[in-house]
């Protein structure tokens, strides 16, 4: 048996695809402590600075002293505390959504939801870069699943053709990201609603990177657009800008309803800790305060400082507007390479590979968070341009314009 993993381990390092975890000593930050040493963190999501912040402790420590530690039983059963109420209630009046249903996880809300939407008789959509958990839950949902290229209306559109022909009565459900997790770019949700709109599918939309990050109050890309309306699914998570953990659906009051009888990820599992609920419920309040707003504006000043250091920052798309920014190196060694060269200068930039992301396509996946200072900012926008010229840039270039690279 053991021999057998070798094997396999072997074959992931020479193809420098093996992973291993890397212990950190000390709380999110914008410094943090691996293995002893202080690096510049650009590699969390907790893009507000609010996963170690004193409001979200306190609310969380006040939950423990009055609801203990562990919630003792699935929701559904007798595992629904106060704070598990609260924090629906605060999701829903935050999101402008009828109603709102918390799960353990961003990726449970995903296994949850999609199969529950959708049977074998069903088609699903889903755009190429999807999220890991998008693309389980779509397959775990027996659906016949499209898969359109990355933002692609075009084929998306030939999909939707091609199902109200051959499958007329499928149910036809697009799902997709506000933002992407390893590219940064944005869907472009009105063309998206166009379509949903034209061919009558249901829109899934995870606004994982979004919420916290874009609109009014963080509420998300569908409300930058004003279209929060027009998305009948809404999915987010807690454990990125909202700096906690868990997941949530908004929409319907029928809609959660169903969910909440269907969805298996969210039934038949312990209810989240209470205290985690009530960070999370202080988290979404603090974003609705002028405070909440100023520290979302500082993140975007932040953003737009780094983008200025790097003009010529080989990102995979125009559309790159989030606080995740992609520098793509294409081989997966030379990505590690300069993820190790930035270390020892004391900036921590994750070099993020296959399957996180396609085979050739490897990558240093910048993310900014309001917690960075502007002189934090700075150095990583100078070492990387001195790094990536000197050692890499040209032939991260060249393998960029062969087509390889993204
Ligand atoms: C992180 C992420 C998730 C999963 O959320 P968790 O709360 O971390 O489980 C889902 N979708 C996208 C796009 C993500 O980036």
Same mark, same amino acid.
């Given at each position: 048996?053991?021999d057998?993993?070798?094997?396999?381990?072997?074959?992931?390092?020479?193809?420098? $695809?093996?992973?291993?975890? @890397?212990?950190?000593?000390?709380?999110?930050?914008?410094?943090i402590?691996?293995?002893?040493?202080?690096?510049?963190?650009f590699?969390?999501?907790?893009?507000?600075?609010?996963?170690?912040?004193?409001?979200?402790?306190?609310?969380?420590?006040?939950?423990?002293?009055?609801?203990?530690?562990?919630?003792?039983?699935?929701?559904?059963?007798?595992?629904?505390?106060?704070?598990?109420?609260?924090?629906?209630?605060?999701?829903?009046?935050?999101?402008?959504?009828?109603?709102?249903?918390?799960?353990?996880?961003?990726y449970a809300?995903?296994?949850?939801?999609? *199969?529950?939407l959708?049977?074998?008789?069903?088609?699903?959509?889903?755009d190429?870069?999807?999220?890991?958990?998008?693309?389980?839950?779509?397959?775990?949902?027996?659906?016949?699943v499209?898969?359109?290229?990355h933002?692609?209306?075009?084929?998306?559109?030939?999909?939707?053709?091609?199902?109200?022909?051959?499958? *007329?009565?499928?149910? @036809?459900?697009?799902?997709?990201?506000?933002?992407?997790?390893?590219?940064?770019?944005?869907?472009?949700?009105?063309e998206?609603?166009?379509?949903?709109?034209?061919?009558?599918?249901? $829109?899934?939309?995870?606004?994982?990177?979004?919420v916290?990050?874009l609109?009014?109050?963080g509420?998300?890309?569908?409300?930058?657009?004003g279209l929060?309306?027009?998305?009948?699914v809404?999915?987010?998570?807690?454990?990125?800008? $909202?700096?906690v953990?868990?997941?949530?659906?908004?929409?319907s009051?029928? =809609?959660i309803?169903? $969910?909440?009888?269907?969805?298996?990820?969210f039934?038949?599992?312990?209810?989240?800790?209470?205290?985690?609920?009530?960070?999370?419920?202080?988290?979404?309040?603090? =974003?609705?305060?002028?405070?909440?707003?100023?520290?979302?504006?500082?993140?975007?000043k932040?953003?737009?400082?780094?983008?200025?250091?790097?003009?010529?920052?080989?990102?995979t798309?125009?559309?790159?507007?989030?606080?995740?920014? *992609?520098?793509?190196?294409?081989?997966?060694?030379?990505?590690?390479?300069?993820?190790?060269?930035?270390?020892?200068?004391?900036?921590?930039?994750?070099?993020?590979?296959?399957?996180?992301?396609?085979?050739?396509?490897?990558?240093?996946?910048?993310?900014?968070?309001?917690?960075?200072?502007?002189?934090?900012?700075?150095?990583?926008?100078?070492?990387?341009?001195r790094l990536?010229?000197?050692?890499y840039?040209?032939?991260?270039?060249? @393998?960029?314009?062969?087509?390889?690279?993204?």
């Amino acid at each position: 048996m053991s021999d057998l993993f070798q094997e396999q381990l072997q074959a992931l390092r020479a193809q420098s $695809l093996h992973r291993k975890l @890397r212990e950190i000593g000390s709380a999110q930050g914008s410094e943090i402590e691996v293995v002893g040493r202080h690096l510049v963190n650009f590699s969390s999501n907790d893009y507000l600075g609010l996963a170690n912040d004193p409001l979200l402790k306190k609310a969380a420590i006040a939950a423990i002293e009055n609801f203990g530690v562990g919630a003792g039983a699935s929701r559904l059963v007798s595992g629904t505390q106060s704070p598990h109420v609260a924090l629906e209630v605060a999701i829903a009046k935050w999101k402008r959504a009828p109603a709102a249903l918390a799960f353990s996880s961003g990726y449970a809300a995903a296994v949850g939801t999609l *199969p529950a939407l959708a049977s074998k008789r069903d088609v699903i959509f889903l755009d190429k870069l999807s999220h890991a958990s998008l693309v389980d839950g779509a397959r775990l949902s027996g659906a016949t699943v499209r898969v359109f290229p990355h933002n692609h209306l075009g084929k998306l559109e030939s999909h939707l053709e091609w199902a109200q022909r051959e499958m *007329p009565d499928a149910r @036809r459900i697009v799902v997709t990201e506000a933002v992407f997790s390893m590219d940064g770019d944005q869907a472009p949700l009105g063309e998206l609603v166009e379509l949903k709109k034209r061919f009558d599918a249901i $829109l899934l939309l995870d606004e994982a990177h979004a919420v916290g990050v874009l609109g009014p109050h963080g509420r998300g890309l569908a409300a930058e657009l004003g279209l929060e309306r027009q998305v009948d699914v809404q999915m987010g998570t807690l454990s990125k800008a $909202l700096g906690v953990s868990g997941g949530y659906i908004c929409g319907s009051r029928s =809609l959660i309803d169903w $969910l909440t009888n269907r969805a298996r990820s969210f039934i038949f599992t312990t209810a989240p800790p209470p205290a985690l609920a009530a960070a999370a419920t202080a988290a979404i309040e603090f =974003l609705g305060t002028a405070e909440g707003e100023e520290r979302r504006l500082t993140l975007w000043k932040r953003i737009v400082r780094l983008l200025e250091k790097l003009p010529a920052a080989p990102t995979t798309s125009s559309r790159t507007k989030s606080a995740i920014i *992609p520098w793509i190196v294409g081989d997966e060694q030379r990505a590690l390479d300069l993820a190790r060269s930035l270390q020892q200068e004391g900036l921590l930039v994750p070099a993020i590979r296959y399957p996180t992301v396609a085979r050739g396509a490897a990558r240093l996946r910048i993310t900014v968070s309001a917690a960075h200072t502007e002189a934090q900012i700075v150095q990583l926008g100078d070492t990387l341009r001195r790094l990536a010229v000197s050692d890499y840039g040209p032939v991260a270039a060249e @393998r960029r314009s062969s087509g390889v690279g993204t």
